[in-house]
């Protein structure tokens, strides 16, 4: 098993930054073994892949957020991270920490984000 916490959520005005982290605990075989993704949920929204992540270090992102968007990992630290620059009002969202390991299915509980002037 593994579990997730995210943090560096926060209120950020449009055009700023905020890096998120997603610690893991638990079984390190699974998160350094995995890709690891966020996601997000804005209200009324449904759940939207952010970034991913392969346990080689490959990414991936939606087209609408490449180049705002960086996801990376640290598999010594057992954290993985999304650097978010530019922000903008339609990212206010719950962000969460993902992995799929074998068919099971793992989530942390989200850091909100809020941008707004």
């Known amino acids: 098993q593994v579990r997730f916490v995210e943090s560096g959520g926060g209120l950020v005005q449009p055009g700023g930054s905020l890096r998120l982290s997603c610690v893991a605990s638990?079984?390190?075989?699974?998160?350094?073994?995995?890709?690891i993704n966020w996601y997000r949920q804005a209200p009324g929204k449904q759940r939207e892949f952010v970034a991913g992540?392969?346990?080689?270090?490959?990414?991936n992102y939606p087209e609408a957020l490449k180049g705002r968007f960086t996801i990376s990992r640290d598999n010594a630290k057992l954290t993985a991270y999304l650097q978010m620059d530019n922000l903008k009002p339609e990212d206010t969202a719950l962000y969460y920490c993902?992995?799929?390991?074998?068919?099971?299915?793992?989530w942390g509980k989200g850091t909100s984000v809020t941008v707004s002037s």
């Open positions: 992540i392969s346990s080689g270090g490959r990414t």
């Open positions: 993902n992995t799929d390991a074998g068919g099971m299915d793992y």
């Open positions: 638990g079984s390190i075989l699974i998160f350094s073994m995995n890709s």
